[in-house]
């Protein structure tokens, strides 16, 4: 597909920018870059998660005390807001629904879209700024009366995944400091200035799970029901928790030893019969049943607010996969489904993942598997 000219217009500056800050080194340097380049910055510390606040794996309370000392270093205003409530109602209880129907959903997607570009933004407007700014690794680029969203430089580091579901009002009012630098000069830029936080691991996982064992937060919130694991052969070989606990393509807290027949392959989880809580669990990575050439999916969701033609282009079936030629066509299933075909053999298409689809460099939108 052909590339739009780069030498666009850039819009007019804005002068108020509220950045997201959240104690780690992205948002931090992000913030500094902001205050070199002219703007007034005004930092907002977003909670979004109190059930745990003591407990050892919530960082909150750490990553606030960051933030106050990296705005004191660099010198601008913050202040903290707490949209557990909205986090609850519009995420994490879509999060739990998706387990429970045995799907694999991914929250921060849905995360960026409610709280972190709608609740945020919609309080950074309140408090009179131009645009909100956040650390993702991203681009934004104003073409022709519209907005586009552009994968990072470094694309080791691009987020534009997890921010397929942003609208044209949405992104009209956002900066990606990051989006034009790879994350080692984010690294030195931390140093070099002194950044208390310079040297803080990246966070991983899902914010509310922190770096907690998942299937033990889980299980807080969703029953155990046990049920056989068996083979595609119908063969049973062991017993399930619970449906939930489990997503296509995993080898590891699966239960089972080695092969049974002598070859060593590992077992990975190949498919959930839910109606019959049965789990499917087949050996060796390439495994027909861990395959798939096509996939649909629902809810979709485009950047420019209407879905591309039908034509060749590229998608990501899950964050850090490397880009899959594929073919998209309407879906079966209403205006708001699309089927995606594939000349090479995908592994593992998860349903409750995002399909996200791009050309080139432009991330288009995308939807949620179905199947």
Not at 6 to 25: N, Q
Not at 129 to 140: F, S
């Amino acid at each position: 597909m052909s590339q739009p000219n780069s030498s666009s217009i850039s819009p007019i500056k804005p002068k108020k920018v509220v950045i997201g800050m959240s104690g780690g080194v992205d948002s931090s340097v992000a913030a500094w870059m902001l205050k070199e380049q002219g703007y007034e910055v005004v930092g907002l510390f977003m909670k979004n998660w109190e059930d745990d606040d003591n407990d050892e794996y919530c960082s909150a309370r750490q990553d606030w005390l960051d933030v106050v000392s990296v705005a004191d270093l660099i010198g601008i205003d913050v202040e903290a807001v707490n949209f557990a409530a909205e986090y609850r109602e519009r995420v994490f209880a879509d999060f739990l629904r998706e387990y429970a129907a045995g799907r694999t959903p991914n929250p921060d997607v849905l995360c960026n879209a409610e709280i972190k570009f709608k609740a945020f933004l919609d309080h950074a407007m309140s408090l009179g700024a131009d645009a909100i700014a956040t650390g993702h690794y991203a681009r934004v680029r104003h073409q022709a009366g519209k907005v586009e969203l552009l994968k990072a430089i470094d694309a080791s580091k691009d987020q534009s995944y997890f921010l397929h579901r942003l609208t044209q009002a949405q992104l009209s009012n956002v900066l990606f400091p990051l989006g034009e630098i790879p994350k080692t000069e984010v690294r030195q830029i931390a140093e070099k200035i002194a950044l208390p936080n310079a040297r803080k691991k990246d966070s991983t996982g899902i914010c509310f799970i922190g770096e907690r064992p998942f299937r033990e937060f889980l299980n807080r919130y969703l029953p155990t029901t046990p049920g056989p694991i068996k083979t595609p052969e119908g063969k049973i070989v062991g017993e399930h928790m619970g449906l939930a606990f489990f997503t296509l393509g995993q080898r590891k807290g699966i239960g089972l030893g080695g092969s049974q027949d002598g070859t060593g392959d590992a077992w990975y989880v190949a498919r959930k019969d839910m109606n019959n809580n049965t789990l499917y669990v087949a050996q060796g990575h390439e495994h027909p049943w861990l395959l798939a050439n096509k996939l649909e999916a629902i809810d979709a969701s485009w950047v420019a607010g209407s879905a591309p033609a039908a034509g060749k282009y590229s998608a990501k079936t899950r964050y850090r996969q490397a880009d899959s030629a594929c073919d998209i066509v309407a879906g079966k299933k209403g205006l708001m489904s699309f089927e995606l075909s594939f000349p090479e053999t995908q592994w593992a298409v998860t349903p409750g993942q995002s399909a996200v689809l791009y050309d080139g460099d432009i991330c288009l939108g995308g939807g949620i598997i179905s199947a």
